[in-house]
């Protein structure tokens, strides 16, 4: 078991070693919709991709993921076959959200050997929901256009 600081040193090396061997820009927060953002997560269960949909005003939590929902069918045929889906997504801290996301099991942050791993789970599957986005962005971001 790591101490606290031993802990955060070792996730401060992973994403200093993920950045350096994929120095590429990500899209992440710069969907240009408020609180429609792309993540990585990472701990020692699971790696994480996802399009996480959390605005304040639950009709617009709503209608965005009901409109990237209605594309799941391209999304999985086209880009990530194994994608979740979950309107109603609940954090660790009691905050509920909606999330689609792929993840990858039995790896660990702290086993350095699974850090290529989890790299290349990273930069595959982000990619492809960034070109998925990127495809389909006016209609995802246009709320005057109905699901």
Do not use: C
């Amino acid at each position: 078991m790591y101490s606290k600081e031993e802990a955060l040193k070792i996730k401060r090396e992973f994403w200093i070693a993920f950045a350096e061997s994929n120095p590429r820009k990500w899209l992440l927060y710069n969907t240009k919709i408020k609180e429609v953002a792309f993540k990585f997560y990472v701990d020692n269960k699971k790696a994480i991709v996802s399009l996480d949909i959390e605005p304040k005003n639950e009709e617009l939590r709503k209608i965005y993921f009901e409109k990237i929902e209605s594309l799941q069918t391209i999304l999985r045929e086209d880009y990530l076959s194994e994608v979740i889906f979950d309107r109603n997504f609940q954090l660790e801290n009691g905050k509920i959200i909606s999330r689609i996301w792929i993840e990858l099991h039995n790896i660990s942050l702290n086993n350095k050997a699974n850090w290529p791993i989890i790299f290349d789970f990273f930069e595959k599957n982000m990619e492809k929901f960034e070109l998925f986005f990127y495809e389909y962005e006016d209609y995802i971001r246009d709320l005057d256009l109905n699901t």
